[in-house]
């Protein structure tokens, strides 16, 4: 099995940047692709950024294109998401995602697509 721990959420303001981390242990292989995903108060998670390695592909939700950046390091265990020009509606609990049972040359945005999962880290933006 993959354990997933997101870290680096925290408060900010709006305009500031945030970037978050998840790490991958428990076994060699980390996953791929692996995504994030958020869930606001009251709403449905929701898509935000994959990231295929063995494709060097990666895909963003609209919402974000152009502001946050998903990237992973060289040993393939910890995936990224680099966030700039926070706005109040980016507030939301972020999850990290991996997939290890699905195809690896995918870019799946739908989260059934994924089976392993971290705990959330929550990310507020607020003045």
């Known amino acids: 099995q993959v354990q997933l721990v997101e870290s680096a959420g925290g408060l900010v303001q709006p305009g500031d940047s945030l970037t978050l981390s998840c790490a991958a242990s428990g076994r060699t292989f980390s996953g791929n692709p692996r995504a994030w995903f958020r869930q606001a108060p009251g709403k449905e998670r929701e898509f935000v950024a994959a990231i295929n390695r063995l494709v060097r592909r990666t895909t963003y939700a609209e919402s974000v294109k152009g502001r946050f950046t998903i990237s992973g390091d060289n040993a393939r265990t910890t995936v990224y998401l680099q966030m700039h020009s926070l706005k109040p509606e980016d507030t939301a609990i972020y999850y990290c995602?991996?997939?290890?049972?699905?195809?690896?040359?995918?870019?799946?945005?739908?989260?059934?697509?994924?089976?392993?999962w971290g705990q959330g880290t929550q990310v507020t933006v607020s003045s």
């Open positions: 995602a991996a997939s290890t049972s699905g195809s690896h040359d995918s870019l799946p945005i739908d989260q059934r697509e994924y089976d392993y």
